[in-house]
């Protein structure tokens, strides 16, 4: 049985892999891996990504290749920036490939879709809400660490469709009637498992977000 999240052609594997290069090469070039040879940093994000690894190996599907599990590269990412975010949820995806869920050869575009896409948006729109929503507590916790990790899912969900009817695994229809929906369902397990994260380590860890300010958020209110 193919216990990967995906089943796509070889041409689609292919593409997944050059972006995942170029993914890590710019991870490379922004310098942001440094920050890890800090010992608690890097202690705190290795932790992070067995969570993250624990938190995939929780998972259901309902035919080969659709399959789903929560994520949690949202709080991730407001833990440590996109950069590390997407690198914790790769090393959670390369420890499912390892306990075999899921295929080598499909390690480049489930980066991609799961662990960078997702990174990238919940930064995106942190910078957003940051930039046009008041500096409060209750909005960085409930936009960024609930809303955002909502949209994060959505987002994978409507990627993952598009993917796999393009490739004609799936047909479209097939999928928004039984695939789709199920990660607007997770979305909101994902929105309250992530939310509760960030709102504890806001309260009793702040200094696990590299995304929260006290001075910002708190004391100046």
């Not at 990504?49 to 990412?77: C, D, K, M, N």
Request: proline content about 4%.
């Amino acid at each position: 049985m193919n216990k990967s999240i995906f089943i796509l052609p070889e041409s689609f594997t292919t593409l997944g892999w050059i972006g995942l290069v170029l993914v890590m090469w710019g991870l490379w070039r922004s310098g942001d891996w440094k920050k890890l040879l800090d010992p608690i940093r890097s202690n705190l994000f290795l932790g992070t990504s067995v969570a993250l690894l624990v938190l995939w190996q929780i998972r259901a599907g309902i035919r080969p290749g659709l399959e789903f599990h929560l994520y949690g590269v949202t709080a991730a990412t407001l833990m440590f920036g996109p950069w590390r975010g997407m690198l914790a949820g790769l090393i959670a995806l390369i420890g499912s490939i390892l306990g075999g869920h899921g295929e080598w050869n499909n390690l480049g575009i489930e980066g991609l879709v799961f662990t960078a896409l997702p990174a990238l948006v919940t930064y995106r729109l942190f910078k957003l809400v940051e930039r046009k929503l008041p500096n409060h507590f209750f909005i960085y916790v409930l936009v960024n660490g609930f809303f955002v990790a909502a949209l994060s899912m959505i987002t994978i969900g409507l990627t993952a469709t598009a993917l796999m009817a393009l490739s004609g695994v799936y047909k479209l229809d097939y999928l928004l009637e039984h695939y789709t929906p199920y990660y607007v369902l997770l979305a909101w397990s994902e929105a309250f498992s992530t939310g509760m994260a960030v709102t504890i380590m806001a309260v009793y860890r702040p200094e696990w977000l590299e995304t929260f300010d006290d001075n910002r958020y708190i004391k100046n209110k």
